[in-house]
Each structure stands twice: as structure tokens, then as C-alpha cells.
């Protein structure tokens, strides 16, 4: 079944394909019909995956490779430079070009109803529980992830009646959606050299809500509610529509009964850890029963839930101590993620911190440096770069230089050495970043 807003197409050519939204998204259209090809810088899960739904990936980027040259539409990611050859090429045989917004855009217009989950944190896991929701209740869905869900990986579907998908703040991206449904789970600063200060972000972020049929705002954030008048969910604030209460934690897995306008309609019991997550489920709650769901359906699926990848992830054990990974790459989200690690860490806990690219170290170095200090054990990783060239302005260096001169390594084998000389039974190393320290940390556990 094509896409009609893409059914004079028959060969759709991706740039930047390994990326999780990306490969979600070519996924999508290869079992819609198309021939989809496309190109990334490195192998890696995703190149590997996509080759399981018949899309051809090559490695490096070639201007004259025949895949690009025979497409008949071309989508490109915002991560990848105006000069990359395959974009240039593009534009020179004037074909058609969609960024990955413009075509999440397209494909979410094909569905009856549509579910986006916009904020600075938790998106991916919001989305996740909305998925297992509707997998549930049993209704047609599509998924496209931001992420790796335990069970559902970055794309997962079953029919085209309903549509989840993030809609991230990047470039302003979240404005190409005009959902059935929007989630705004918080904000707080981000991506800001897209942005004329916190002002346009605010405003970027009502335009949204506005663009959405019905837009729940989280109400135990304050800049949230200061939006406007929106359906709410919350913990603290006694007003919210949807409200968590009767909190339980066990082990940093939370239960609580989820109020709908004062009145208690159901128990939730989430697999997931953090108090964070409450917010999530609340939010995939709040957003699903919209349409009439019942609230014992919603709940087990959320209940169903167990982890998405890299989300406070144990990867393995060294001498009784505990490997976890987690995405946070920004203070707000390395405060939280710390508070849960602090909580279950039976010794000392390690950390060890990658910032994710120049410009957001740069911006918020003043959060980072008050997230960081109060840890005993840090070392500071170097930086995922991403899109970006150098600045040492917003370096790691600077920022473990700025924190008093902490450890800083830019080679494995001084963090496994670090790692070996210290960690002992019952310690929590934590690895944070959004960038390849995931994989460093694989690597590192296997050493060991």
C-alpha cells in the first residue's frame, strides 16, 4: 500500500539511513512498496537491520553510486552537511527532496489518527508505552521510534489506523506535524542554536500544542503550564486531569493510581525504573484514553512495558559491580538518571560522562558543571561530536577543566584501567551520553 502523498514514486533513495529515525522511516516505506535505498557514514545496527526489509545500504557517500542516480525521490537527515556529495548530486539532477521531517510529515497524513510525543526529555520511552498500549488494546498502529524499544526495536506495525512517532524539537521539526494528539512533556533548554533564546522555544513549543486536536502539557512543569490552557498530567499538582497518585517504589519501580479529573480509575504497575517513567506513562495514559480506551487495557499495556535501549540499561557484570548505560546527555536528564542510579547503588557509583556535541556543552556549561560536581567518582569522556567541528569552548576538556580539573580520557584503555583499579562488588558504574559511549562501554565490560 503506497503512501499518497508519495505514490508517483517508485524508488526512494535515504542519506543518512542508519540513523534510528531514519531506518524507521525507510523501513516503513519498503513495506509500503517502495524500492528503498540509501547510504550512511558507518556500519552499524541499524545499516545491519534495514537489510532484513530488502533496503540496500552502502557505506561512504558517492555522488554517481547507480542506487541514487536511478531513485525517484531522495530523503536526507538535517545531520548531514549541505556540501555531502549524494545531496549535491541530488540537487544538481533536480530531484525531488524530503528531510526526514517533511516525510514523517507525509507518512503520518495517511493515518486516521496520529500520536506525537514532543519534549526535551523522555520522548522515546512516552512513545514506546503509547506502542505497547495499542498492541494491547489490539487496534491497528504504526510505530516510529526515536530509539530502541525492548520488544518493538525503532519501528514496529500492525496497520494504519493510528500513529505514534516523536516529534523532536530539532530545527523546529516538531512544527511539520499537526497530530490528533500531542504530548508536550517538558521543557527546558535544548537544541538552542536553533533557536532566538527561550522565548522562540516556548513559542515553538505552543505552536505545537496548538497544531494538535487535543494537546496534554505537563502541569509539574512550569513552563509547561505556562503555555496556556491544555489538558494536563502531573504528580504534584493537584489540578492536573490526569494525575498519578499513591506512589509505591520498589527497587525504583513505581506503581500509583492514575486519577482522571479527580475521580481514581485504575492501578499501574510499571517494569520500568525511575520515578521519570511516571510521567511518561501518565502522558501515553492520558493521550491513548483520549480515544475511548478503556483505563484496565491501558494500564496493562502499560504494565507490558519493560525498557528501551539505553534507558538506565544494565549491559553486564564486572567483580559484582554493575554496568548501566543511560542516553542522559543533558544536566536535567543526568540529575534524574543520577537520583535513580543513587538509589539502587549498593557501594560506590562510577560515573563516567560523554557530553553530545560542542555547542550544547558550550550553552549550558553552568548546568553541566552543577549536575556533575556532586559526584565522587567521575571521569569525563570526550566528546560525540555529532554535525559538529571543534570548539573548545564546549569541549570536554574544558568542561572536567571547569569542574575543578576531574579526570578526563579520550582512550579506552585508561578508562578500563580506571574501571579495573577501582570498581569492586556491589559498585554501579554509569555510563551517560548520547554519543558512542555506548559502545565504548561494551567494549570496556568485554575487556574486562
Known amino acids: 500500500m503506497f503512501v499518497k502523498g508519495l505514490k508517483t514514486y517508485k524508488k526512494i533513495y535515504f542519506i543518512g539511513v542508519g ?17 528503498v535505498s540509501g547510504s550512511d557514514g558507518v556500519r552499524g545496527e541499524q545499516t545491519e537491520a534495514l537489510a532484513f526489509y530488502g533496503v ?29 556529495k549524494e545531496l549535491v548530486k541530488a540537487r544538481m539532477l533536480r530531484k525531488p527532496l524530503y528531510s526526514r521531517a517533511e516525510l514523517l510529515r507525509i507518512v503520518s497524513e495517511d493515518f486516521s489518527q496520529v500520536i506525537a510525543v514532543a519534549g526535551s526529555h523522555g520522548k522515546t520511552t512516552c512513545t514506546s508505552m503509547c506502542a505497547h498500549i495499542l498492541k494491547y488494546i489490539g487496534v491497528p498502529f504504526t510505530a516510529h521510534i526515536g530509539g530502541e524499544d525492548a520488544a518493538f526495536g525503532n519501528f514496529y506495525s500492525t496497520g494504519r489506523e493510528y500513529f505514534v512517532t516523536e516529534a523532536c524539537e530539532y530545527k523546529k521539526n516538531l512544527l511539520k506535524l499537526a497530530p490528533s494528539v500531542g504530548i508536550l512533556l517538558n521543557i527546558d533548554k535544548d537544541h538552542m542554536e536553533c533557536y532566538d533564546g527561550e522565548a522562540d522555544l516556548r513559542d515553538c513549543f505552543l505552536q505545537y500544542c496548538n ?9 509539574d512543569d512550569k513552563k509547561c503550564l505556562a ?3 491544555f489538558p494536563s498530567f502531573g504528580i504534584d499538582n493537584a489540578f492536573a486531569d490526569y494525575r498519578a497518585t499513591g506512589l509505591r517504589a520498589n527497587g525504583e519501580r513505581y506503581s500509583f493510581t492514575v486519577e482522571e479529573y479527580g475521580k481514581p480509575l485504575c492501578r499501574v504497575k510499571l517494569s520500568a ?49 554493575s554496568f548501566i548505560c543511560d542516553y542522559a546527555h543533558h544536566p536535567r536528564e543526568i540529575m534524574s538518571t543520577l537520583l535513580t542510579a543513587e538509589s539502587v547503588c549498593r557501594g560506590e557509583l562510577y560515573v563516567v560522562f560523554q557530553p553530545h556535541t560542542y555547542s550544547r556543552t558550550k550553552l549550558l556549561m553552568p548546568e553541566f558543571i552543577t549536575a556533575l560536581r556532586p559526584i565522587k567518582n567521575l ?50 558504574v554509569l555510563f551517560l551520553g548520547a554519543g558512542d559511549i555506548y559502545y565504548a562501554a561494551q567494549y570496556i565490560l568485554k575487556e574486562l
Open 19 to 35: 540513523g534510528v529515525s531514519m531506518s524507521a522511516l525507510a523501513k516503513f516505506l519498503s513495506l509500503s512498496g517502495y524500492e
Open 56 to 84: 540496500r545500504v552502502r557505506i561512504g557517500e558517492d555522488g554517481e553510486n547507480a542506487d541514487l542516480l536511478a531513485s525517484d525521490a531522495v530523503v536526507y537527515t538535517d545531520a548531514i552537511p549541505a556540501e555531502h
Open 211 to 219: 497544531s494538535a486536536k487535543t494537546a496534554f502539557v505537563c502541569a
Open 227 to 229: 503555555l496556556g490552557d
Open 273 to 321: 525504573i525511575g520515578r521519570c517513567n511516571v510521567y511518561n506513562a501518565l502522558a501515553a495514559f492520558a493521550a491513548v484514553r483520549s480515544f475511548g480506551f478503556p483505563e484496565k487495557e491501558i494500564a496493562k499495556g502499560l504494565e507490558n512495558f519493560t525498557a528501551v535501549k539505553r534507558r538506565f540499561e544494565k549491559i553486564g557484570v564486572f567483580r559484582g559491580a
Open 379 to 428: 571521569m569525563i569522556y570526550k566528546t560525540f561530536p555529532a554535525r559538529e567541528k571543534y570548539d573548545e569552548a564546549g569541549s570536554a576538556e574544558r568542561l572536567a577543566k571547569e569542574l575543578g580539573g576531574r579526570l578526563y580520557t579520550e582512550n579506552l584503555t585508561m578508562l578500563k584501567t580506571w574501571l579495573q583499579k577501582t570498581v569492586k562488588e556491589g559498585d554501579t
